[in-house]
């Protein structure tokens, strides 16, 4: 196995998700090196070492390896074993149709592939259809359409055309030994070409994987909320998107090394010294917790945003701790308590049954808050508001969303509205903007990522 | 420090000779860190043995071990160096009098400026350095096992402090200038993951994650610790912790609580597992009222299996 199997087998391992460097993959020679490329468990452990740095990526890394080095194995160090089998014919037909059929059934086949088929020579196969995959350009693989495509063309360079010919002719002649030729070729055919499509397959999901993750993710972040929920793997996209931010904004609750110098400490310790302050102390600024307020809107066009938004939130538990979520459509109240130890997903389907409803009157959600909450609103809170502010011709109230904003450090809305129509029709949205610090529309999740985004910055 | 290691088995009997049992992967860790001179972080539950391999490895190689243990607010003066302040104030006091005399012909400011230049650095050089564990793994003079003891509860600007050494094996102190390591150290890092390490630090270490041991292995790590215990008892309390493992339990038992629980029956004098002997030392091997609470209602069913 050259070094450039290797380099492939990088390519492919991002492509499934684990994230690999060039000082990584030189460790990974290194390792090979040291290793040998022979004992394959060994370098699988090995390689596992340098490439898989956490739990998550040991079990994608096992896969990929197993997944990778499956085939190359049988062209490396051909193993006669059950596979030929399968493949070639029982050897039993044949030679009964030789013994019978006297003169005429004792002939090789007349095609390529065919003689290649009943001869047994697993190796020289292996070495035919690794070709064939090379010439068809199978590492291009790239969508699932694809797929009968390739198929087809390998089976083509591996000259079936030729295979074909011989069968259909055989069958036309009546001789039952002729017969018994071409179903016995037929069913070989068949057999190889079940191999090709199983060996696509293994190669479409090795290397389409990579792009084809790029594509859905690319798809993923910017189709509107509303319709995400055809995607399955959104939670796990949601995950990833919310563990970025995470990491980036981990918290770090000691700010600047050094606040200001703190004369009591310094005069304290310099007592050590006989009174001269030979160390300057200073005194540490900490970060205030910030405490986060979400208010969503829970009726039915602004379901699908509310709930990615809970997501989202529910994934940064660990950089915001200290979040209080609200509901309202049909009535308001607090929900916080829905997310303790429950499945964040089940969480939300709960709230939507609890709250749901239609005909939002933002002026009393904004009422009830104020009741609930009014009392505790200080600097260190942030409010978001999530909603498309229609008010179904209801008083907005905005004066107590400013004067809510006045106490707080920051409000911000979230609409799942175009901004080209926030205050058409019975939005109020134009009236609660001044309040707001900032005010954006959220319709996908690449909109939603850039909201935490800076909702982690300006929190802290 | 061993000069050579051929291979992972030489590794893997090695540790076993430390009374360190592992499997062929942690062996081969150490294989590799050894040979490719590159960190190791271990991860894996706590009680699982990862400070114990890098005693272990030290003991194995035969050089010395430096451990660093870390802890919220862990800067650079408790890792890497100090100046002994105390020495340098106690210096001057006692050459008072020798500066003076150095001192004596000198009428103007700059003359006395002068001559004190001339002295060097004498107050900020290596006899007042208080190396710390980083420093004294570099300038060792055979190859040391570092040990980075729990670098998760450090904060992020040490894990960043960090990666100057793990990378090159130096280090700068702005006094002194760029400190290279006399002898590679060989360094083991160990998390339990109470933070996310990031990438960067990641990317420089070789990865070992170690499970909780199967029952084999288990069995293995308990006769090579506690070999007065009879086989049989040995197989009974190992088959009872890994069914204890399969429970939802706050914390899990981990080797270290199998071995102070062994050790503990050896002292009882015990045979077998009776339900009663176990209710009675069950403490050793759960540490939450909780836990301890839902095996006691499970027992009888958890020992008839």
Known sequence: MPVSRLVEFMTVLRGAGVPVSTA??????????????????????????????????????????????????????????????????????????????????????????????????????????????????????????????YARRIMQGLGVEDLDGEILSLERDARPASVRRARMLREARDALRARVIEEVNRQFLLHARSYGQELREQAMRNVSLRHLHEFDDVRAQVERMARRLRILHSRRTRSARRGPPDLRRTIGESIRYGGVPLALRHRRRRRGKSRVYVVCDVSRSVAPAARFLLLFLQALHEVLPDVRIFAFASRFGEVTDYFRGEDPDRAVARIMTNFGGSGTDYGAMLEDFSALCGGELDRRGTLIVLGDARNNELPARQELLREMAARLRQVYWLNPEATNRWGSGDSVMPLYLPACRRAMSCRNLAQLERFVDELLSATR | MKSRIHSTEEVSEGLAGQGYICDPEVAMAVFLAARLRKPVLVEGPPGVGKTELARAASAYLQAPLIRLQCYEGLDEARALYEWKYGKQLLYTQLLREKLGDLLAGADTLDACMDRLAGMGDAFYSETFLEPRPLLQALRSDEPPVLLIDEVDKADQEFEAFLLELLADYHISIPELGTVGAKTEPLVFLTSNNSRELSDALRRRCLHLWIPFPDSDLEQRIVAARVPEISDALRGQLVAFVQRLRELELKKQPAISETLDWARSLVLLHARELEPELVRSTLSLLLKYEQDLATVRNGLSRLLRE
């Open chain 1, 24 to 149: 990584e993959t030189l460790d990974a020679l290194a390792v090979a090196e040291q290793l040998g490329l022979e004992d394959r468990a060994r370098l699988k452990a090995g390689l596992s070492l340098a490439l898989a740095k956490t739990g998550e990526d040991k079990a994608r890394f096992s896969e990929c390896f197993d997944r990778f080095f499956h085939f190359s194995r049988s062209t490396v160090a051909p193993v006669p074993g059950e596979e030929d089998e399968s493949l070639n014919p029982p050897p039993s037909p044949g030679g009964e149709a030789a013994g019978e059929g006297g003169g005429s059934g004792g002939q090789q086949p007349a095609s390529a592939l065919g003689r290649m088929l009943v001869a047994d020579e697993p190796e020289e196969l292996e070495r035919r259809m690794a070709r064939a995959m090379d010439d068809a350009g199978l590492r291009g693989i790239r969508v699932i359409t694809q797929k009968g495509l």
